[in-house]
């Protein structure tokens, strides 16, 4: 094959050592010197001085949320929806309950209401903490209502959600946590994905169906990725429907580019979640389009779930009323990590975790 673009004078970063680029019908034929391209070139082929710089054939994006994409199309977003200086606690949930309420009014067929994008920590310092349920009560009191926030480690909810989900003051405590009241009842809050999972598990609206999925990971692969040289990624965590449209979009063809992505592995429940792991290892995968050969731990929380080397400011634990050597903790053990990262070796499981206190 002859080709038709051939880039010289570069720095090619590849695995042997390289300095040009030989390009036939839309893909890469030949990576080598300026004399290896004598055979593939042609009168017609466009050259490229790439006057000694970097040439790089495609980005591998090692930790994104592709699939977070869907949100863009089917949520409304409340990202930079920030409190104004001097806006005490309640003044703020009410501008907030308002914008929302707006939109809300705007979906009357809609079956749920989604909002992504408000920030957790606009309340940190106030003893109140953060909104409830009944705040979003006011906004929708007969349809379910969710709001993630933007670094999607929180999931404030209305009643009607936990009303769907059956979540009670009887419900057992999830790892991450669920802000329950002075009279055990939940408030709406939960924190990281296991307890944030409760919701999604028990209401499957709480989550994007499949097809939604798909229609926004075409949009981050032919929108975002594809023109920008991205060729593969690893979804760093992907819900079950998720997975789903990645696996059926590998399957159709559609998938252009190559993604990995992660089981959640839960501190609450015990090994046996990792033998269902081995046995289910390559039952989801489509070829080398679509695999899922990580585990992903988070070994600590958001905000005041940190696990910090140092205790936390002195006037944010006053408020809170946490202790002032408070640093916050591990969801995991470091000997069940030590244990787990042996037994990774054995079966060439990846890890990924987030703030772990030991290397895996």
Not at 14 to 24: L, M, N, P, Q, V
Not at 223 to 243: E, R, T, V, W
Not at 323 to 336: N, V
Not at 343 to 358: A, D, E, H, Y
Request: proline share 4%; glycine share 8%.
């Amino acid at each position: 094959m002859k080709a038709d673009i051939i880039i010289k004078n570069g720095r090619v970063f590849s695995a042997e050592k390289a300095d040009c680029i030989a390009i036939g019908e839309g893909k890469i034929i030949k990576v080598g010197t300026e004399k290896d391209m004598k055979d593939y070139e042609d009168k017609g082929a466009t050259i490229l001085d790439a006057e000694r710089n970097s040439v790089i054939p495609v980005f591998i994006d090692a930790h994104l949320h592709a699939s977070s994409c869907t949100e863009l199309f089917k949520t409304k977003l409340m990202y930079g929806f920030e409190r104004h200086e001097g806006e005490g606690r309640q003044e703020y949930i009410d501008r907030m309950v308002t914008e929302i309420k707006a939109y809300c009014d705007s979906k009357p067929d809609a079956p749920i209401i989604r909002i992504v994008g408000w920030n957790p920590a606009e309340f940190q310092q106030d003893p109140e903490g953060e909104p409830t349920c009944k705040d979003l009560d006011k906004i929708c009191e007969d349809r379910p209502l969710t709001m993630r926030s933007y670094d999607h480690h929180y999931l404030l909810v209305n009643s009607k959600v936990l009303e769907r989900a059956g979540i009670t003051k009887d419900t057992e405590d999830p790892s991450g946590g669920m802000k329950r009241d002075s009279d055990g009842n939940p408030t709406g809050l939960f924190r990281e994905m296991q307890a944030i999972n409760i919701v999604f598990d028990h209401l499957e609206l709480a989550d994007f169906s499949v097809e939604e999925y798909k229609e926004g990971l075409l949009a981050f692969q032919d929108q975002h990725a594809l023109p920008n040289g991205i060729m593969g990624i690893f979804d760093a965590y992907a819900s079950k429907n998720a997975m789903a449209a990645y696996q059926q979009l590998a399957k159709a063809g559609e998938l252009k580019i190559r993604v990995r992505t992660a089981w959640l592995a839960d501190p609450g429940k015990d090994d046996s979640q990792f033998d269902r792991m081995i046995a289910e290892k390559g039952k989801y995968d489509v070829g080398d389009d679509f695999k899922i050969e990580t585990i992903k731990f988070f070994c600590d929380d958001g905000l005041f779930g940190f696990y910090m080397n140092e205790p936390f400011e002195k006037e944010i634990l006053r408020v809170h009323g946490l202790q002032q050597d408070y640093r916050g903790s591990s969801q995991w053990s470091d000997e069940r990590l030590k244990a787990i990262a042996i037994w990774r070796k054995q079966t060439k499981w990846n890890l990924n975790s987030r703030k772990s206190p030991i290397v895996f």
